[in-house]
């Protein structure tokens, strides 16, 4: 599965860096190898004995994909052709179609390192969330924990979906080998909170 995963991720690189130019509004659309390797460091995370079967390593793959290209896109047009494109490439590499690899799923994957079922178990394998209820238990104990060790600069958040899903991209980009992220929004949006 190593070379059909190389050959799919390049092809998609390349429709992506030849499709998703950069323009004024949209000057951050600059894709280059590193991101080939970007998605393949992703990958590398994962424990070889959780991941064993074809359609989760293909998940995976399309996770590390949302998070190395997805993420940078601005417009809901632009995700929904991105997603057409890892569609695309699926098909025609991997011989597999999106709709099978995310079945049963509400919502694109989320793959993390750290166990919702055991919050205080160190050093988790990096593996998919399935279950969003015991997802939002656990960053809500994480809120609880820091606001009880930050005496008087507690946070009151409310961890709706997409909140949850941007601490689970920052955890990720954060616990890689010099891992750093931009966050870009207006103000009150919550740059400073989710990190």
């Known amino acids: 599965l190593a070379e059909p995963l190389a050959a799919a991720t390049i092809s998609l690189y390349d429709t992506v860096n030849s499709t998703f130019l950069p323009t004024p509004d949209k000057p951050h659309y600059l894709f280059n ?40 896109l601005i417009n809901t047009q632009d995700r929904s052709d991105f997603k057409q494109m890892v569609d695309s490439v699926c098909d025609s590499v991997l011989q597999m179609r999106l709709k099978d690899i995310c079945k049963d799923q509400d919502g694109d994957p989320i793959f993390a390192s750290f166990s919702v079922n055991n919050p205080d178990m160190e050093n988790a394998p ?35 979906r997409d909140a949850i899903e ?6 990720r980009v954060i616990s890689l ?19």
């Open 33 to 72: 190898m590193r991101d080939i390797s970007r998605v393949f460091q992703g990958l590398y995370q994962a424990n070889h004995q959780i991941i064993e079967e074809k359609e989760s390593l293909v998940r995976m793959w399309y996770h590390e994909n949302l998070r190395v290209f997805h993420d940078r």
């Open 177 to 195: 080998p010099k891992g750093n992220a931009l966050l870009v929004g207006v103000g009150g949006s919550g740059r400073h909170s989710m990190t």
């Open 166 to 171: 941007h601490c689970c991209r920052i955890h």
């Open 126 to 160: 990096y593996d998919q969330i399935t279950d969003a209820g015991l997802l939002r238990q656990f960053m809500q104990l994480k809120l609880e924990e820091y606001n009880e060790q930050c005496k008087g600069a507690g946070m009151d958040l409310v961890l709706f």
